[in-house]
């Protein structure tokens, strides 16, 4: 494949695959970190992955991180064990005075609902004890009658 | 009446396997497969029920794709040739079976069964499938809809445009085939990311379908189940898919297709039978399937038996009699709970009806049979007529599912296949750089765009990942994907290099032109993009500056401002690249100027500080800037201050551009020297643009001199350009009654001051030096605007000197409310320390209020002594005093300084003129570049 190879834009991608793994993919630029670097002071040479969840009302919380030697400049990764239907980003960084320094942010995603999550979502009728909630596979009382060939 | 409804829902979907070359084609096999086994039995089951008066309605969804493929003139002989041949693999086998009385009845029932479906085609349907489907819905038995472009799985997608060309794509490939939109959709695979809503609704989508957990995780719950539609708030309706249903007929162990006298799908003579004999009918280089079946499926671990037709089609009345009999407990048990009345969606692909369960179309006939005879606890319905009737059951927000393995995204995002996103998504954005200014119809240009298009959709079908992750024919789908990106980078080089290889352009062209003949790449215009890229009036121009209205800390935000307008005004094309402040919109247009904002990551001085945040800035410009410059290089580059100077260098670089720079101020001249590690590196990376840049300008000779000796860099690179005014912008009522007596009354004089509240500004010169001017005139107020970090710092003074009852500090003001202070003014003071140009002085003389500014710099330069203001010498407190005593005691000075003022900044400092000079400057560069 060549199409990606054309583009200079450095990117940091991330995407859903299930409610609780999220995928993520990068390319960064030697120049563009290099324009980082040459300016700012007390960085580490290595950069770093980390995710982000961002629950309403409170700061985002690193969760996650991920170590990018010097030569991956290009990759991608899966993070697993996420919370369903909550917000995460992604954000490639530099080392810098104790804290970090980011060099590039995704976008936001959304880690759909799955099981309920008690409290939030309450199942606001209850089914009949008499009938259950899912009518079962079932043959009529004539089709019993006769031997189903199998 | 019913209790109520069933949704039969079935999408007929293949990918593009088209080849223009290649008569006998592998992958074309499965076009004719499923037309044969599905399509072809589908509808001549529907001419059967129609002829016997049954009633019944299924939904049917034809993607594009596939209604493409249906409609080919080639592909429908090259269909009618493969029936042929099958009718001659047929005829052999009975000769070969002759003497084997089972074989030989299936032989025959074959022979049969291939002239009847080959008679149908050529004569009932004439070769024309989807006018018999179209003929089909007209009689009220089918409900058509259709899917997206190339059936691209739409929650990994990048751009909302990418999504929208999928969706627009396809409805208008089913409207121009059938002559109307349809009112529903089958989203690729059930995916649904949220959001997506907002763009169905846009197209008009009326309903779709998702995933049974789709709606079940809907929130809120909701109250009915997956046995009402539901809607989000756009208005598109949701169906979901009953699992019940569902696993009747696709479950492998206890679905009805598992029966053990129905047909056996994985012995055929194709396999089973010498390669050399099949090839003789069916030219492929590999063993494939015939169609051709003797054996059922008889049950595991045991030797197959032979395949009776008669009693696996008396089996399909039996299951469709018991799916039938479910079908009324489920209603009668949801009737009771549900609000609404219960409806059951049932979809299924259409090809496993015939296709992967040979008794399917007979099983389908059967159940729209038993529903015909049977209405009182169900009837068959379509989404449409359920939506008429009964509407939705609630409202509800909706998150990302697919009805693929696990649920969401897995099937086509996982190691197998992720690599292929990176591609895809670059292609994306790419797309829409080309597709901000569309060529003319007709031209070679917008060939080439069409097919870009055609590429990009082709490589996007959901098929290749999914069949890459399967690990079924893996090298043909990722030769599909490597085929079409490699078409697309083909393409985007005749497209950027204006070279058009027409020969290259026809052959992509015909293999793909029947699809989408009439696409429109208007889909995937940007909204976010600029469509200023008239170049005859010389190059564009990238403007990059820290600050841009409404963030204005200085005269730097108004100079960019009033100098792309009157850039703009000559015909230039301009944009702008500055920083976000919130609440601002990351792309509009002003007038005829681009302007794209960015903000960095980090917060300045909370996360990281101010020096580190610039660099921050410029990561985003420079990053930017990758969608803006690639498809537009005929640009200059120009950069206000050292502040972008990081990013218009490294944009240089990139893109091999040239670059100007104005100089503002220095670091130099605004601390009176070099002290401090951040002062040193401002100074270096000014001294650096300056020394890159092919030109810098500043506004006064005082500049040029200070650039020139302070950097080292010859004085020819070196442009003095002056600010201008406009002073319709300036002018302005004065302030009266009331609202004056907020400043001062009315027999008092107005002393007036505005501008940043730094040290170069020289306010506690003003200060020291207003005793002076109170003593003599006691009926006098000074009024300080402006904000800047030594606001409190002024205040004490004020205090010190005993004078904070006659100063006012109203800190920020519009331009507004200053273009009022000047007109009430009577003397306006701007006694620097440090000016490069001093615009604001400039701008209350064409105010029309008499000016006091210290000599110095491009001030210095502007303001003629006596004439048209008064010049002190800068940090002189008493001179100062003297000379606004001067004109607070001479009505007839006042008036003359104002008249000549006005006259200069009208006539001397008009903004044309600099833009002028400007446009010089940027066509010069150009041409140097362009020479080299």
Same mark, same amino acid.
């Given at each position: 494949?060549?199409?990606?190879?054309?583009?200079?834009?450095?990117?940091?991608?991330?995407?859903?695959?299930?409610?609780?793994?999220?995928?993520?993919?990068?390319?960064?630029?030697?120049?563009?970190?290099?324009?980082?670097?040459?300016?700012?002071?007390?960085?580490?040479?290595?950069?770093?992955?980390?995710?982000?969840?961002?629950?309403?009302?409170?700061? =985002?919380?690193?969760?996650?991180?991920?170590?990018?030697?010097?030569?991956?400049?290009?990759?991608?990764?899966?993070?697993?064990?996420?919370? =369903?239907?909550?917000?995460?980003?992604?954000?490639?960084?530099?080392?810098?005075?104790?804290?970090?320094?980011?060099?590039?942010?995704?976008?936001?995603?959304?880690?759909?609902?799955?099981?309920?999550?008690?409290?939030?979502? &309450?199942?606001?009728?209850?089914?009949?004890?008499?009938?259950?909630?899912?009518?079962?596979?079932?043959?009529?009382?004539?089709?019993?009658?006769?031997?189903?060939?199998? | 009446?019913?209790?109520?409804?069933?949704?039969?829902?079935?999408?007929?979907?293949?990918?593009?396997?088209?080849?223009?070359?290649?008569?006998?084609?592998?992958?074309?096999?499965?076009?004719?497969?499923?037309?044969?086994?599905?399509?072809?039995?589908?509808?001549?089951?529907?001419?059967?029920?129609?002829?016997?008066? &049954?009633?019944?309605?299924?939904?049917?969804?034809?993607?594009?794709?596939?209604?493409?493929?249906?409609?080919?003139?080639?592909?429908?002989?090259?269909?009618?040739?493969?029936?042929?041949?099958?009718?001659?693999?047929?005829?052999?086998?009975?000769?070969?079976?002759?003497?084997?009385?089972?074989?030989?009845?299936?032989?025959?029932?074959?022979?049969?069964?291939?002239?009847?479906?080959?008679?149908?085609?050529?004569?009932?349907?004439?070769?024309?499938?989807?006018?018999?489907?179209?003929? !089909?819905?007209?009689?009220?038995?089918?409900?058509?809809?259709?899917?997206?472009?190339?059936?691209?799985?739409?929650?990994?997608?990048?751009?909302?445009?990418?999504?929208?060309?999928?969706?627009?794509?396809?409805?208008?490939?089913?409207?121009?085939?059938?002559?109307?939109?349809?009112?529903?959709? @089958?989203?690729?695979?059930?995916?649904?990311?949220?959001?997506?809503?907002?763009?169905? +609704?846009?197209?008009?989508?009326?309903?779709?379908?998702?995933?049974?957990?789709?709606?079940?995780?809907?929130?809120?719950?909701?109250?009915?189940?997956?046995?009402?539609?539901?809607?989000?708030?756009?208005?598109?309706?949701?169906?979901?898919? %009953?699992?019940?249903?569902?696993?009747?007929?696709?479950?492998? $162990?206890?679905?009805?297709?598992?029966?053990?006298?129905?047909?056996?799908?994985?012995?055929?003579?194709?396999?089973?039978?010498?390669?050399?004999?099949?090839?003789?009918?069916?030219?492929?280089?590999?063993?494939?399937?015939?169609?051709?079946?003797?054996?059922? &499926?008889?049950?595991?671990?045991?030797?197959?038996?032979?395949?009776?037709?008669?009693?696996?089609?008396?089996?399909?009345?039996?299951?469709?009699?018991?799916?039938?009999?479910?079908?009324?407990?489920?209603?009668?048990?949801?009737?009771?709970?549900?609000?609404?009345?219960?409806?059951?969606?049932?979809?299924? %692909?259409?090809?496993?009806?015939?296709? @992967?369960?040979?008794?399917?179309?007979?099983?389908?006939?059967?159940?729209?049979?038993?529903?015909?005879?049977?209405?009182?606890?169900?009837?068959?319905?379509?989404?449409?007529?359920?939506? %008429?009737?009964?509407?939705?059951?609630?409202?509800?927000?909706?998150?990302?599912?697919?009805?693929?393995?696990?649920?969401?995204?897995?099937?086509?995002?996982?190691?197998?296949?992720?690599?292929?996103?990176?591609?895809?998504?670059?292609?994306?954005?790419?797309?829409?750089?080309?597709?901000?200014?569309?060529?003319?119809?007709?031209?070679?240009?917008?060939?080439?765009?069409?097919?870009?298009?055609?590429?990009?959709?082709?490589?996007?079908?959901?098929? @290749? +990942?999914?069949?890459?992750?399967?690990?079924?024919?893996?090298?043909?789908?990722?030769?599909?994907?490597?085929?079409?990106?490699?078409?697309?980078?083909?393409?985007?080089?005749?497209?950027?290099?204006?070279?058009? %290889?027409?020969?290259?352009?026809?052959?992509?062209?015909?293999?793909?032109?029947?699809?989408?003949?009439?696409?429109?790449?208007?889909?995937?215009?940007?909204?976010?993009?600029?469509?200023?890229?008239?170049?005859?009036?010389?190059?564009?121009?990238?403007?990059?500056?820290?600050?841009?209205?409404?963030?204005?800390?200085?005269?730097?935000?108004?100079?960019?401002?009033?100098?792309?307008?009157?850039?703009?005004?000559?015909?230039?094309?301009?944009?702008?690249?500055?920083?976000?402040?919130?609440?601002?919109?990351?792309?509009?247009?002003?007038?005829?100027?681009?302007?794209?904002? &960015?903000?960095?990551?980090?917060?300045?001085?909370?996360?990281?500080?101010?020096?580190?945040?610039?660099?921050?800035?410029?990561?985003?410009?420079?990053?930017?800037?990758?969608?803006?410059?690639?498809?537009?290089?005929?640009?200059?580059?120009?950069?206000?201050?050292?502040?972008?100077?990081?990013? !218009?260098?490294?944009?240089?670089?990139?893109?091999?551009?040239?670059?100007?720079?104005?100089?503002?101020?220095?670091?130099?001249?605004?601390?009176?020297?070099?002290?401090?590690?951040?002062?040193?590196?401002?100074?270096?990376?000014?001294?650096?643009?300056?020394?890159?840049?092919?030109?810098?300008?500043?506004?006064?000779?005082?500049?040029?001199?200070?650039?020139?000796?302070?950097?080292?860099?010859?004085?020819?690179?070196?442009?003095?350009?002056?600010?201008?005014?406009?002073?319709?912008?300036?002018?302005?009522?004065?302030?009266?009654?009331?609202?004056?007596?907020?400043?001062?009354?009315?027999?008092?004089?107005?002393?007036?001051?505005? $501008?940043?509240?730094?040290?170069?500004?020289?306010?506690?010169?003003?200060?020291?030096?207003?005793?002076?001017?109170?003593?003599?005139?006691?009926?006098?107020?000074?009024?300080?605007?402006?904000?800047?970090?030594?606001?409190?710092?002024?205040?004490?003074?004020?205090?010190?000197?005993?004078?904070?009852?006659?100063?006012?500090?109203?800190?920020?003001?519009?331009?507004?409310?200053?273009?009022?202070?000047?007109?009430?003014?009577?003397?306006?003071?701007?006694?620097?320390?440090?000016? =490069?140009?001093?615009?604001?002085?400039?701008?209350?003389?064409?105010?029309?209020?008499?000016?006091?500014?210290?000599?110095?710099?491009?001030?210095?330069?502007?303001?003629?002594?006596?004439?048209?203001?008064?010049?002190?010498? =800068?940090?002189?407190?008493?001179?100062?005093?003297?000379?606004?005593?001067?004109?607070?005691?001479?009505?007839?000075?006042?008036?003359?300084?104002?008249?000549?003022?006005?006259?200069?900044?009208?006539?001397?400092?008009?903004?044309?003129?600099?833009?002028?000079?400007?446009?010089?400057?940027?066509?010069?560069? @150009?041409?140097?570049?362009?020479?080299?």
């Amino acid at each position: 494949m060549r199409a990606w190879a054309k583009s200079r834009e450095n990117n940091l991608y991330l995407m859903v695959q299930t409610p609780k793994i999220v995928f993520v993919y990068w390319k960064l630029y030697p120049d563009y970190i290099e324009m980082a670097k040459s300016q700012i002071q007390d960085t580490s040479d290595s950069l770093v992955l980390r995710l982000f969840r961002h629950l309403t009302g409170r700061p =985002p919380e690193e969760v996650a991180r991920l170590n990018i030697s010097d030569g991956s400049l290009t990759g991608s990764t899966y993070f697993y064990g996420l919370m =369903p239907y909550t917000t995460y980003f992604t954000e490639i960084s530099l080392a810098y005075q104790g804290g970090n320094f980011t060099l590039i942010r995704s976008k936001h995603v959304i880690a759909p609902p799955a099981e309920k999550i008690a409290g939030d979502y &309450v199942v606001t009728h209850a089914f009949p004890d008499t009938v259950p909630p899912m009518v079962p596979f079932t043959y009529s009382p004539e089709e019993i009658k006769q031997k189903r060939d199998v | 009446m019913a209790s109520g409804y069933l949704n039969l829902v079935l999408h007929a979907h293949l990918p593009f396997v088209y080849n223009t070359n290649d008569p006998h084609y592998l992958e074309e096999r499965w076009f004719f497969e499923a037309v044969t086994d599905s399509y072809l039995p589908l509808l001549i089951m529907l001419d059967r029920l129609h002829a016997e008066q &049954v009633p019944g309605t299924l939904t049917v969804s034809l993607s594009p794709t596939l209604l493409t493929m249906l409609d080919h003139p080639i592909l429908s002989k090259r269909y009618a040739d493969y029936l042929k041949r099958l009718i001659q693999l047929s005829e052999s086998e009975v000769a070969r079976t002759k003497g084997q009385q089972e074989y030989n009845d299936l032989a025959l029932f074959y022979l049969a069964r291939h002239n009847r479906l080959y008679e149908a085609y050529t004569g009932q349907y004439h070769g024309d499938l989807p006018s018999a489907f179209a003929t !089909a819905a007209q009689r009220g038995q089918l409900e058509l809809i259709t899917t997206c472009a190339t059936h691209g799985f739409l929650p990994l997608m990048k751009t909302k445009e990418a999504v929208k060309a999928q969706i627009g794509v396809g409805l208008d490939c089913f409207a121009a085939r059938f002559g109307f939109k349809p009112q529903g959709m @089958w989203l690729p695979e059930c995916g649904y990311f949220h959001g997506l809503d907002t763009i169905l +609704a846009e197209k008009n989508v009326r309903y779709v379908f998702l995933d049974t957990h789709g709606v079940r995780h809907a929130v809120p719950t909701p109250q009915d189940d997956v046995y009402a539609p539901v809607q989000t708030k756009s208005g598109v309706a949701f169906f979901a898919r %009953d699992p019940e249903t569902s696993a009747q007929v696709w479950s492998i $162990g206890s679905g009805y297709p598992g029966d053990y006298d129905y047909r056996e799908y994985y012995r055929d003579i194709g396999f089973d039978l010498p390669e050399d004999y099949i090839r003789k009918f069916l030219p492929y280089n590999i063993p494939v399937n015939t169609g051709l079946k003797y054996y059922r &499926v008889t049950g595991e671990n045991r030797q197959k038996e032979m395949y009776h037709p008669e009693i696996a089609y008396a089996k399909t009345t039996q299951h469709a009699g018991n799916f039938h009999f479910n079908r009324e407990k489920q209603i009668e048990h949801w009737a009771r709970i549900t609000n609404h009345p219960p409806v059951i969606t049932a979809p299924y %692909d259409a090809e496993l009806f015939g296709h @992967w369960w040979f008794e399917g179309p007979e099983f389908l006939e059967e159940v729209v049979r038993k529903a015909s005879q049977c209405t009182d606890v169900f009837q068959l319905s379509t989404p449409s007529r359920y939506l %008429d009737n009964f509407g939705c059951a609630e409202t509800v927000e909706l998150y990302h599912s697919s009805w693929g393995e696990g649920g969401y995204s897995r099937a086509w995002l996982n190691p197998s296949n992720d690599w292929l996103y990176p591609e895809y998504h670059s292609a994306e954005e790419r797309l829409l750089s080309h597709a901000a200014a569309i060529p003319a119809n007709g031209t070679p240009e917008r060939r080439v765009l069409n097919q870009l298009v055609r590429e990009l959709l082709l490589a996007q079908s959901s098929d @290749w +990942a999914f069949m890459i992750n399967a690990g079924t024919t893996v090298e043909y789908a990722k030769n599909r994907v490597d085929g079409h990106l490699r078409n697309f980078l083909r393409l985007e080089t005749m497209l950027n290099k204006g070279l058009v %290889d027409q020969v290259e352009l026809l052959a992509m062209e015909e293999a793909t032109l029947c699809l989408f003949p009439d696409i429109n790449p208007s889909e995937y215009a940007p909204k976010q993009h600029c469509t200023v890229t008239d170049h005859r009036n010389g190059p564009s121009i990238l403007m990059l500056s820290w600050e841009y209205p409404p963030q204005i800390m200085g005269g730097l935000a108004r100079h960019v401002d009033d100098l792309s307008q009157s850039l703009a005004n000559r015909g230039q094309a301009v944009s702008i690249l500055t920083s976000q402040p919130v609440s601002t919109p990351a792309f509009e247009m002003n007038g005829n100027i681009c302007v794209y904002r &960015v903000a960095p990551y980090q917060k300045a001085g909370e996360e990281i500080d101010f020096h580190d945040w610039v660099v921050q800035l410029n990561l985003v410009f420079f990053n930017l800037a990758q969608k803006i410059i690639p498809n537009n290089q005929h640009t200059v580059l120009h950069a206000h201050d050292w502040l972008v100077g990081a990013a !218009a260098l490294a944009m240089r670089r990139a893109w091999h551009l040239p670059l100007v720079a104005t100089i503002h101020a220095t670091e130099h001249g605004r601390n009176g020297g070099i002290f401090s590690p951040l002062q040193h590196k401002i100074h270096r990376q000014e001294k650096y643009l300056v020394e890159q840049a092919d030109r810098v300008i500043c506004c006064s000779n005082y500049m040029a001199n200070e650039i020139i000796q302070l950097f080292g860099i010859p004085a020819q690179k070196v442009h003095v350009i002056q600010n201008g005014v406009v002073p319709e912008n300036i002018l302005a009522q004065p302030i009266k009654g009331l609202q004056r007596q907020h400043y001062a009354s009315d027999d008092e004089f107005i002393v007036f001051f505005v $501008g940043r509240l730094v040290k170069e500004k020289g306010v506690e010169v003003l200060l020291d030096a207003l005793p002076y001017v109170f003593e003599v005139y006691p009926n006098t107020k000074a009024i300080i605007s402006g904000k800047g970090p030594m606001l409190e710092e002024l205040a004490a003074q004020a205090r010190q000197r005993g004078i904070a009852d006659r100063v006012v500090f109203t800190g920020f003001i519009t331009d507004f409310e200053r273009n009022r202070l000047f007109a009430t003014a009577d003397v306006a003071v701007f006694p620097s320390l440090y000016e =490069p140009f001093g615009i604001v002085a400039l701008e209350a003389m064409a105010a029309g209020v008499p000016v006091v500014v210290s000599d110095v710099g491009g001030m210095g330069e502007v303001v003629e002594h006596e004439k048209d203001g008064l010049k002190v010498h =800068p940090g002189n407190a008493k001179e100062l005093a003297e000379a606004v005593k001067s004109l607070l005691s001479d009505r007839a000075l006042r008036e003359r300084l104002k008249k000549e003022g006005r006259l200069k900044a009208a006539t001397v400092y008009s903004w044309n003129a600099a833009a002028g000079m400007t446009s010089d400057i940027y066509h010069k560069v @150009w041409e140097e570049h362009t020479r080299k």
